[in-house]
Nanobody, 126 residues
Framework: QVQLEESGGDSVQPGGSLRLSCAAS??????MAWFRQRPGKEREGVAVIRTVGGTTSYADSVKGRFTISQDNAKNTLFLQMDNLEPDDTAVYYC?????????????????????WGQGTQVTVSS
């Protein structure tokens, strides 16, 4: 069973940066991703990476500001967040799936992932 633990959430001012980490244990994952849930809104995909090959995909709202990466040796997922905006305020969740998706793709969709962390709070405010 995959277990995920996020860390790195904090309060920052607009324009600031944060790096989130997600430590994974258990079976190897085919896809890993970051999702977020903003106050009063549904959980939404932020960024996804296919662990073999490193193909990435991002939500339009974070393209050019956020970078997803992985350290396979340490089985850790990262999300570098730069130029943060107040609208980025949310609980950020790490997610994983072990099974290979159709066509080897990793859709950035909640229903595509089977393992979830507890979440880490990111607050962007002046």
């Amino acid at each position: 069973q995959v277990q995920l633990e996020e860390s790195g959430g904090d309060s920052v001012q607009p324009g600031g940066s944060l790096r989130l980490s997600c430590a994974a244990s258990g079976p190897a994952n085919f896809c890993m991703a970051w999702f977020r849930q903003r106050p009063g809104k549904e959980r939404e995909g932020v960024a996804v990476i296919r662990t073999v090959g490193g193909t990435t995909s991002y939500a339009d709202s974070v393209k050019g500001r956020f970078t997803i990466s992985q350290d396979n040796a340490k089985n850790t997922l990262f999300l570098q967040m730069d130029n943060l905006e107040p609208d980025d305020t949310a609980v950020y969740y790490c997610a994983a799936r072990t099974r290979r998706g159709a066509g080897g793709r990793c859709p950035l969709e909640v229903d595509s992932f089977t393992s979830w962390g507890q979440g880490t709070q990111v607050t962007v405010s002046s």
